[in-house]
Nanobody, 124 residues
Framework: QVQLVESGGGLVQTGESLRLSCATSGFPFEYYCMGWFRQVPGKERESVAVLSNNDKLTYYADSVRGRFTISSDIAENTVILQMNNLQPEDTGIYYC?????????????????WGHGTQVTVSS
């Protein structure tokens, strides 16, 4: 059974940091492309950071590049999103997702497995 469980969200002030973690099981993590997506009310779910475990390539949305870092622990089947210098516009529900694609993919449609999400709120 495939499982993705996010943790680490919360309420922080502008400029602070959070570390999101996604523990996975039930699929060959080391061959998957892993993504962190953000959703806010009234908007489509957007990718903020993606990592291909296959070739270690990454993608970052322009709005988070230089502040967020995605990484994975293959031994623990876990993907991490380190978020620094958080801004109010980073507020949203953050979802971890897994794609069978061997390359970096940024569109939600390519992802077969999803976690339930964790809320991140950044106050100004």
């Amino acid at each position: 059974q495939v499982q993705l469980v996010e943790s680490g969200g919360g309420l922080v002030q502008t400029g602070e940091s959070l570390r999101l973690s996604c523990a996975t099981s039930g699929f060959p993590f080391e061959y998957y492309c892993m993504g962190w997506f953000r959703q806010v009310p009234g908007k489509e779910r957007e990718s903020v950071a993606v990592l291909s475990n296959n070739d270690k390539l990454t993608y970052y949305a322009d709005s988070v590049r230089g502040r967020f870092t995605i990484s994975s622990d293959i031994a623990e089947n876990t993907v991490i999103l380190q978020m620094n210098n958080l801004q109010p516009e980073d507020t949203g529900i953050y979802y971890c997702a897994a794609s069978t694609m061997a390359i970096v993919v940024t569109t939600a449609d390519w992802y077969e497995h999803w976690g339930h999400g964790t809320q991140v709120t950044v106050s100004s």
